[in-house]
């Protein structure tokens, strides 16, 4: 089973983040999105690429967890899916509900995600 994580090649993975993908995953592979994007027809390629009967994916961003959830919502609605353990599930991301305030310069105060408080769901 291939384990793969899908993050912006100008994003760093926090100290956290790699032990909670040493823990779930083992090994696992980086698959870079450039930092201008993928064009639809890319994505598509991307999504050929990737086998949810064999592979595990991890999105590194907040916004797919809204967008799986209700893929797999409207998947139920239909009746094409079912309750998926949670070990067998192809898709995660990583969450973080934590927020901490930086000053920018010039004063400007901001509120970015904790550097801590990583959970994949």
């Known amino acids: 089973m291939r384990r793969i994580v899908v993050m912006n090649e100008s994003h760093k993975l926090f100290p956290e983040q790699k032990t909670?993908?040493?823990?779930?995953?083992?090994?696992?592979?980086i698959l870079s999105v450039p930092e201008e994007?993928?064009?639809l027809e890319e994505m598509r390629g991307v999504a050929d690429s990737i086998d949810l009967w064999q592979d595990q994916v991890l999105f590194v961003s907040p916004v797919p967890y809204l967008l799986a959830t209700l893929s797999f919502k409207a998947g139920e609605m239909c009746g094409l899916v079912g309750p998926i353990p949670e070990d067998r599930r192809g898709v995660?991301?990583?969450h973080n509900d934590l927020r901490e305030k930086k000053e920018l310069p010039g004063g400007r105060?901001?509120?970015?995600?904790?550097?801590?408080?990583?959970?994949?769901?």
Do not use: N
Not at 109 to 121: E, F, H, L, N, Y
């Open 92 to 94: 995660y991301i990583f």
């Open 37 to 39: 994007g993928w064009t």
């Open 20 to 29: 909670l993908l040493q823990e779930k995953f083992g090994t696992y592979e």
């Open 109 to 121: 105060i901001v509120s970015v995600t904790a550097t801590t408080g990583w959970v994949t769901v």
